[in-house]
Each structure stands twice: as structure tokens, then as C-alpha cells.
């Protein structure tokens, strides 16, 4: 499917935003930290996600018994290059009323770095900011987890790490 | 990083960045008929903040949409507010939500 074909771009801020970043790693481990419950948490707010990562299985992200944040479908699950989501909001009534939106994550090695592009579309066209607004924090903390194997501490980055053993 | 500072440094580009986080993915066109400016000179800028990551492109058909990446705006923040700042950082932003959620109400 060519880059066409799989965006519909509407206008309008909230159908679809685009984040890109460069981490020195392999699609190999940008996949893996990707997939990893543990490696997830570490750079999402301590929030993990956990799936079978097959196409069609489901996923779900959250802190067990403390918060849920996320739910949907692996729709495409092509490793280590794209992985197209459906992603149902979870941590607030608001962005709950939101309603099914697509992520997709597509890696592009770029000499001996990638290029992680983080699509979030399929939104209502004046979809909640909080939707979206975690990718740039969630893909620093993955870039700085990657190349450094630290974690991310500035204000936020962890909310709820430890949270699930408090 | 030195791109992204240079990017910033200029007015017109930050005022570009504006009107993409007020409405995202526009065309050239659409961008030049809110500036008073060439259509060279738009392309110019958007040039320089595709450059530094500050703006990211995909096609629509024969259009090309730009859209504002904020990414590298959080890592010159991660760097050094995490560095230096965190504990006032995030005693400031606790009670400027406290403030907000208070005036909400």
C-alpha cells in the first residue's frame, strides 16, 4: 500500500498528527523496545503494554489495578518495520469519548541510526489534545533509553512507575 | 541541535509552526495565502524547519501536507530540564495544575 493510499488527511488539527524522531540503534532493538512490556515502561510513564504482537491479537497498556491507559488491535505487525494499531483511549471519561483512533509506527534505518515515525490519525477533527499530546515525552524517554540504557527522569516521565507495587 | 536553535531563531519560521500546531497538515499554498510573503520565501523556511525536524511532510495526492513534529523541542527540553531542574520543574507544574484545575471550577 503506498503512503497515499493509507493516509487520509482531512485538515484540521486532530485528524492527524505525525511525530518523528532519530535514534542511534538498530530496528532490531527500536522493535524490541517497542514490544517489550518491561522496555515500554521505562520510557511511557512506567505505564507497560502487553500483547502477543500477531496480527489481528489485541494489546493492552496500563499499570495493573491502578490505571488502564490504552486498548486495541495489532491491525499490521511487520517487524522490525511498521506496526499499525487501533487505539481506544482509556485513562478519562474525555478522551474515552474519543472513540477508536490508528497509530502506526513505521522504523527506517537511516545509516547507523532509524528514523521512528509515529502516526496518530483516524481522530476526530477536534479530537483532545491529551490524545496525542504524550508521543514527543514517550519518544524522548525511547531515544534516551536506547542510546544511554537510562530512563528518562524529567517531570512526568515516570507517573506511574512503582505505581502498581505502592 | 544547532539546526533547531537556528530554525527558531527566526520569526516568520516560528510564526509557520504556529499555524501548523493551530491547524496541521497544510499545503504551501494554504500556508502562503496567511503570510505576507512569496511563495519562495515560504518554501525557504519550511525548507529550513523540514531540515531541523521541526516539520515533517506527507502526500495527499499531487499535495504535499506539512505537518508540525514537536519532538525536537522536547529533547532541548528533556536535556536540560531534566538535568537541572526537576524538582522545581515539577513542584511549578503541580501548582500550576492546581491553579488551572481551581479556576476550571
Known sequence: MSEEQAYTVVGGR???TVFEIYIKTTPERLWEAITSEEMRARYSFGVGTASEWTQGSEYKSGVPG?????????LEVDPPRRLVQSFNALWSD???????TRVTWEIVPVGTSCQLRVTHDQMNDDANSELFGGWPMILSGLKTLLETGEDLDTPGSLRYSGAAGA | MDEV??????????ELLDRLFERDGQSLSALEAELP????GVMKHLRVLEEAGLVTTRKRGREKLHFLNPVPIRLIHDRWVGKYAQPWASALSELKRDIESEDER
Request: no cysteine; hydrophobic share 35%.
Open chain 1, 14 to 16: 486532530g485528524t492527524m
Open chain 1, 66 to 74: 491502578v490505571v488502564d491507559i490504552a486498548s486495541g488491535e495489532n
Open chain 1, 94 to 100: 474525555q478522551v474515552r469519548s474519543e472513540g477508536t
Open chain 2, 5 to 14: 536553535f537556528k530554525a527558531l531563531a527566526d520569526p516568520t519560521r516560528r
Open chain 2, 37 to 40: 510573503m512569496s511563495r519562495f
